[in-house]
């Protein structure tokens, strides 16, 4: 019956994706991070669902739709070179094997889709469409798995629902990026019950990331809820409100899992994953220091572990655990720079957004929409310290949002001022390498 639903829901929309390229973008958006053909148990489970809404969405806007492929900004330009980077390592790496190929794929269907997604939302409409679609995607499995939790207490959750959201440790980094989605767009929905809802599911999304044990989760949990609190106008309410959460997690989490926590402090020493994963650090080190320009080969980190291990050779250890030096040792030097630079950058775009926002009195949804992407940018850069998650499709979809979300949220601001709601009168809208500039 599962498989039946699906493929009504794909096939019944592929009209309207191939007219309207943008319900296309919904439609994989939500394959994507909804992940509904691994909640069936038949033939939806290996159907090859995103490469078609792929296939039909572009084919669309080729017939139908009159909007450029990308908007002409610094980041887009950035992964694009990012995308070539990556292919020089691939095409010069050692090893190939069909795992190989489709994760190069992959890769290269993620950085399409994100560059093409930022000249699709040209408006707050499609932009708050596809932000809700991402949030309650995710929060299916927080809300799912928090009152899983509550209802057994000693339940653990050790894997996700598929894809790139297949291991426990991906799915809570997952979970940990979307709860600024949660806690932000609540400020920005008019209906009294759905913002209870996005609360809620706040929290119940903290019980889902708690079931999965994930160490680098917690840290990177950490990090945004600091990032929420230091965020708030009312710091005299949210340090203590923060305060007593942080208690009230602490008690309330399952003793082996606080037993995992503590091992954090000694984990250097005593803890067999850790050491493990200096382990394979120190090796990526080496890696970069033979191979700085392309690295050693696109997912070939596996297969030349072996000749850097000195010490022994047999180590279980096969993947850096690590974004920043997957990426490096991977695909070179250069990856890596535009990768950070990519992702550094809209953090500086959307911190800079945020002040523009506040000093001009503009709309408040243009605030919180950026404070969203910024905040769960923090959690994915702590997070990806422990994690191969450098191709995750997740955190280049939040790089598009904030490219689209600029010239969007600037012109709100200018019809807003022309409509003399601001304090300072009119302002003429400047926009230079896609960045906002706000003169009077």
Not at 242 to 270: H, N
Not at 377 to 404: C, E, K, P, T, W
Not at 417 to 428: D, K, Y
Request: hydrophobic share 50%; with cysteine.
């Amino acid at each position: 019956m599962r498989d039946v639903v699906v493929f009504a829901i794909v096939f019944g929309a592929l009209p309207f994706a191939l007219v309207r390229p943008y319900y296309g973008l919904l439609l994989f958006t939500w394959l994507a991070y909804m992940r509904a053909p691994d909640l069936a148990w038949g033939p939806a489970r290996s159907f090859r669902f995103s490469l078609l809404v792929g296939a039909v969405m572009f084919l669309g806007w080729i017939l139908f739709d009159k909007r450029r492929f990308m908007r002409q900004d610094f980041r887009n330009f950035l992964l694009v070179a990012l995308a070539v980077m990556v292919t020089i390592s691939y095409l010069q790496a050692p090893v190939h094997t069909p795992n190989m190929n489709s994760k190069m794929f992959e890769f290269i269907k993620v950085i399409t889709v994100s560059v093409w997604t930022t000249s699709q939302l040209d408006s707050k409409n499609r932009i708050r469409t596809i932000m809700l679609v991402m949030c309650l995607s995710f929060a299916f499995y927080g809300v799912k798995g928090g009152i899983w939790g509550l209802i057994l207490r000693d339940a653990r959750i050790i894997r996700g629902p598929g894809g790139m959201l297949l291991d426990n440790n991906d799915f809570s980094l997952a979970m940990v990026m979307n709860i600024p989605f949660l806690y932000y767009l609540a400020f920005t929905e008019s209906n009294r019950r759905f913002r209870l809802f996005l609360r809620g599911a706040v929290a119940l999304t903290v019980i889902t990331i708690v079931l999965t044990q994930s160490r680098g989760a917690f840290l990177a949990l950490a990090t945004v809820a600091f990032a929420l609190v230091m965020k708030s106008r009312f710091k005299a309410y949210a340090i203590p409100g923060a305060v007593l959460c942080g208690l009230l997690f602490v008690a309330f989490i399952p003793q082996d899992y606080k037993e995992r926590l503590m091992t954090l402090s000694t984990a250097a020493k005593k803890d067999a994953s850790a050491i493990g994963r200096l382990k394979a650090w120190g090796v990526a080190l080496q890696m970069v220091k033979e191979n700085p320009v392309f690295g050693v080969g696109f997912q070939n980190f596996i297969y030349a572990y072996s000749r850097y291990d000195k010490q022994d050779e047999k180590s279980p250890v096969r993947v850096a655990h690590n974004s920043y030096l997957q990426i490096w040792s991977e695909t070179g030097s250069f990856s890596l720079l535009f990768f950070l630079t990519a992702v550094l950058s809209t953090i500086l775009l959307m911190r800079r957004l945020q002040r523009t926002v506040r000093i001009r009195d503009g709309p408040s949804w243009v605030y919180y929409y950026a404070a969203i992407i910024e905040v769960s940018m923090y959690g994915f850069l702590v997070g990806a310290m422990f994690l191969n998650r450098g191709h995750f499709d997740f955190m280049y979809q939040l790089i598009a949002l904030s490219v689209a979300l600029v010239p969007v949220g600037l012109a709100e601001m200018a019809r807003v001022r022309r409509a003399g709601r601001g304090r300072r009168g009119p302002v003429q809208l400047v926009i230079r390498h896609g960045d906002p500039w706000l003169a009077r």
